[in-house]
């Protein structure tokens, strides 16, 4: 069965500083993985995806991953943060066949501190 | 903005009662799912339709139950309401069913009193 792991339920950063959100995850097959951001009163919106073609992956907002096999991680980072990343972050994975649901994981809450 | 459109935004419903939750998507999308956010929780998968069929289903009784209509839109109804059933409830769209990223709703805040 298919499972993600959000290491942090609340990352907080200085203006400025990267970004690391921490995922880790477990699947039998090779997965899709993806980033969400949900920002308060907003529905959730896609950041980046992993589909099985390069490991390292850009998505908007300056935002990237990297897909590590051999650590089963997926971890989302950012340079330099800005205040309106201020946010909850999902990790989701994704069943690879039949209904393609989405496993999501408990979220990470960023604080981005002026 | 998100091409999927929820509503209301905001219910408050009593125990026992019945609602339904709707949901517009974006045109051409065959796949619609809807999840339940709990508070200070992720999103879990209540079921899934392609062209109006019901293709899978996660863990929720059968009180809960939904529609797919041709023109994109999709209902979700909760019968016999319990307050653990309050929760944000979030619609998602796809153009198929290969999970190459859905586009969600804002969702509609469900309390039940």
């Known amino acids: 069965a298919q499972s993600v792991t959000q290491l942090d339920s609340h990352v907080s950063v200085s203006e400025g500083t990267p970004v690391l959100l921490r995922c880790n995850y477990s699947s039998s097959y090779s997965p899709s993985l993806f980033w969400y951001v949900q920002h308060p009163n907003k529905g959730l919106q896609l950041l980046l995806k992993?589909?099985?073609?390069?490991?390292l992956v850009k998505g908007i907002n300056g935002f990237e991953a990297e897909f590590k096999k051999s650590e089963t991680s997926f971890h989302l980072t950012k340079p330099s943060a800005h205040m309106s990343d201020a946010a909850e972050y999902f990790c989701?994975?994704?069943?690879?066949?039949?209904?393609?649901?989405?496993?999501f994981g408990t979220g990470t809450r960023l604080k981005v501190l002026a | 903005e998100t091409g999927v459109t929820q509503s209301p935004t905001h219910l408050i419903k009593t125990r026992g009662q019945q609602v339904t939750l709707r949901c517009s998507s974006q045109?051409?999308?065959?796949?619609v799912s809807w999840y339940q956010q709990a508070l200070g929780q992720g999103p879990q998968f209540i079921f899934q339709?392609?062209?109006?069929?019901?293709?899978g289903r996660g863990n929720f009784p059968p009180r809960f139950s939904g529609l797919q209509f041709p023109n994109y839109s999709s209902e979700l109804n909760v019968n016999a309401l319990e307050l653990d059933d309050s929760a944000l409830y979030l619609c998602?769209?796809?153009?198929?069913?290969?999970?190459?990223?859905?586009?969600f709703g804002s969702g509609t805040r469900l309390t039940v009193v």
């Open positions: 992993y589909t099985s073609a390069a490991t």
């Open positions: 045109s051409g999308h065959n796949t």
């Open positions: 998602a769209s796809s153009l198929g069913t290969d999970g190459d990223g859905y586009t």
């Open positions: 339709y392609y062209r109006e069929e019901e293709n």
């Open positions: 989701v994975v994704s069943e690879p066949s039949g209904t393609y649901k989405y496993i």
